[in-house]
């Protein structure tokens, strides 16, 4: 079953990218997209921040695998960090994220921003932005369809 389509998840991440400005407060913003399809998800929010903000607004790849750390370009302390990826469950891949952020202390302020919200926590991740609820049952999975690194869908299966 489709939850989002492409049109859907175009407005919802617009929406998103407004947020992330409000949650600013004219601080610099940096991008974090985990793994492929959060990666996905945080050009396409790059891309509406940048138009919305008039500024260059910097995205690095980070993931979510345990033995590879990652330390961000870092400009100043009062940087705003924002951890993107597309589907959050038990919070795990979000939480071994921020453990392979090597500098993550240095930032001014970090928020977590997914596309859905599950629910379901297992870790202590809490998403502050999020584009969509779903509460799932334990057999469902959702997951978004990309296409030449671009979001089409979200897609409930069981």
Same mark, same amino acid.
């Given at each position: 079953? +489709?939850?989002?389509?492409k049109k #859907?998840? @175009?407005?919802?991440?617009? #929406?998103?990218?407004?947020? =992330?400005?409000e949650? %600013?407060?004219?601080?610099? +913003?940096?991008? /974090?997209g985990?793994?492929? #399809?959060?990666? %996905?998800v /945080?050009?396409? =929010?790059q891309?509406?921040? @940048?138009?919305a903000?008039g500024k260059?607004?910097?995205l690095?790849a980070i !993931?979510s695998k345990?033995?590879? $750390?990652?330390q961000l $370009?870092?400009? %100043? ?7 993107i990826d597309d589907?959050?469950?038990s919070g795990g !891949?979000?939480f071994n994220?921020?453990?392979n +952020?090597r500098n993550?202390? @240095?930032f001014?302020?970090i928020?977590?921003?997914v596309?859905?919200? #599950?629910?379901?926590r297992?870790y202590?991740?809490l998403a502050s932005i999020?584009g969509?609820?779903?509460? !799932?049952?334990?057999? @469902?999975?959702?997951?978004l369809? +990309? ?5 089409i869908s979200v897609?409930? !299966?069981?």
């Amino acid at each position: 079953m +489709i939850l989002l389509d492409k049109k #859907r998840i @175009e407005r919802t991440l617009k #929406r998103m990218s407004y947020q =992330i400005l409000e949650e %600013a407060h004219d601080h610099t +913003i940096h991008l /974090a997209g985990i793994n492929e #399809r959060g990666m %996905a998800v /945080a050009a396409k =929010i790059q891309t509406f921040l @940048e138009n919305a903000s008039g500024k260059k607004i910097p995205l690095s790849a980070i !993931t979510s695998k345990n033995d590879t $750390p990652v330390q961000l $370009p870092k400009k %100043a302390d009062d940087e705003l960090l924002v951890i993107i990826d597309d589907v959050i469950f038990s919070g795990g !891949t979000v939480f071994n994220s921020m453990m392979n +952020i090597r500098n993550l202390s @240095e930032f001014k302020n970090i928020i977590v921003s997914v596309l859905v919200d #599950r629910g379901h926590r297992k870790y202590p991740v809490l998403a502050s932005i999020v584009g969509f609820h779903h509460p !799932t049952k334990f057999n @469902e999975h959702v997951s978004l369809q +990309i296409e030449d690194k671009q979001p089409i869908s979200v897609q409930l !299966t069981k």
